[in-house]
């Protein structure tokens, strides 16, 4: 069936919309500033063998679709071959109605392969013979998939222990696509798991050559590890937390947390959040100085469902919305640092959308006039990064906040074919605008409006990431 869905006013329902959209920000470069790509890929100019390897391998919100529908897991995580992978993803598609992967699967399609069929199962093979065709040329390579969504700027993450070899590989090759990664140091502070932190301090004192004995050790080396990824470009920190802790310092001795983890003593709920909070406290500080952009990933429940965590592992579709209580210790744990002028300029993503308006009003209280959107309220991200959840993040953040302040859209994705997601919310963005200036909500100050929705879609973020570039 011929592709009618993805026309050029897509999502665009006024001509106002369609104005903004094409003669603005259609043809601006993508800054990416988070996601969760390869960088070994990158800096290899990897080329996949086919569309299954490129679209399907990692992609859990197609996984839990396919689950939902019924599909057997060996054509998901299984030993079916790439094909049969494909054709099950064809015959799921069209099931996939009113959920943000049947316009993207279809986005996605067109504008890497110029597809104009709707997929399914009765045209599954032939898509796929046609996408293998174009993978195996150069344009479709890792870099040229990029490249053919004019992406000028990306950042990885990376663990602490990383030694970031595909970075400067990358930076050596002297090629247009800039390339930089978010320090991330999650397994750094995850003591709930007592095992899986002590072989974690033994990768770290590889990567140091520092002992870890103690916690001023940990500190060392973690110290050590951000001077590393300083030297070699990197300007941003990344946290994936349920709750941003918080407690006083010297409401519990760290030194002793530390010996009961290193004992395989059970720890505390209050202990565990107060070795978290005081080794993130100091994390902070380090960022600050190094003059580094700090995020925090808030609200995801993981691992949810432990029988098949066991049986396919982690980041493979057992996750889901969280209900944490955030305002309270997320407001004092930026109070703390700000408090001593070492809040840095951060990123406060949301995954409940029932605390858009506590993060859009949290931020406001630590915009101090020093700089242009110091602390912002990201773009919805993982569950939330659909129409609804775009257009629900962003009316809080206009009714509570400055919208034109704002530093637009990100991947947070494993896929090199996800980047079709900014030119999505570009259009959700101004259709959003369009609409009030047809509600009369707004003037038709057409030069203004494409300026400030340029902004959004690209020079905001440049200005707030400068050290990109560097």
Known sequence: MENRLIHENFLLHSDVAALLYHDYVKDLPIIDYHNHLSPGLIAKDHQFENCSQVWLAGDHYKWRAMRTLGIDEKFITGNASDKEKFQKWGETVPYTLRNPLYHWSHLELQRYFGVNELLT??????????TTRQLKEKTHSTRGLLQIQNVEVLCTTEDPT???????????QNVPLKMSTAFRPDKAIGIEDSKSFLKYLEQLEQSTGIKISNVDDLLSGLDSRMDYFHENGSRLADHG???LPYHETGAFNIDHIFRKVQNGD???IDEVGYFKCEILKHLCKGYHHRG???QFHLGAFRSVNTRMLKLRGIDSGWDSIGDFSQARSLGRFLDYLDSTDQLSKTILYNLNPADNEVIATMIGNFNDGSMKGKVQFG????????????????????NMGLLSCFIGMLTDSR????????????????????NDVVNGEL????????????DISYYNAKDYFDGFEN
């Open 379 to 398: 773009s919805g991200w993982w569950f939330l990064d659909q129409k609804d959840g775009m257009e629900k993040q962003m009316n809080a953040l206009s």
């Open 292 to 294: 580094w952009v700090q």
């Open 443 to 454: 003037p038709y100050d057409e030069k203004w409006l494409g300026k400030i929705l340029q």
């Open 266 to 268: 059970i720890l505390s």
């Open 415 to 434: 896929s090199f074919m996800s980047f079709p997601r900014h030119e999505y919310f570009r259009r959700v963005l101004c259709n959003i605008i369009g």
């Open 121 to 130: 199962g009765e045209n599954a093979d032939e898509i796929y013979i046609e």
């Open 241 to 243: 937390l349920e709750v």
């Open 162 to 172: 990383d030694d970031l070899r595909h970075h400067i590989d990358l930076k050596s």
